[in-house]
């Protein structure tokens, strides 16, 4: 299944596209951009969603997590499986 695709006009420093010229066959030029692009779009929301979470899990919100996350995913875990024990 083909993606779709539409031409887009873009401006690049000049070294930086003398660069891809050099370094990328002529008919892989735009999948590598492409891919370029996707990747730098995903970091920057990755980054975004880091800033925006940053400070979410605070004490007084979350008195379970106090003593830590490995403590609260084990009770998680230990009274799940009790729940499967004892429906069995």
């Known amino acids: 299944m083909a ?10 420093p000049e070294d ?17 951009v492409g891919e370029a692009l996707r990747n730098e779009l995903k970091r920057i929301k990755f980054k975004k969603a880091l800033r925006t979470s940053f400070g979410a899990w605070k004490d007084g919100r979350h008195p379970d997590l106090a003593k830590g996350t490995r403590l609260f995913v084990r009770s998680l875990r230990k009274s799940t499986r009790l729940k499967r024990l004892a429906s069995r």
């Open 3 to 12: 993606i779709a695709t539409r031409q887009a006009n873009f401006t690049l």
């Open 16 to 32: 930086l596209l003398k660069e891809l010229k050099r370094a990328v066959p002529k008919g892989e030029q735009s999948k590598v």
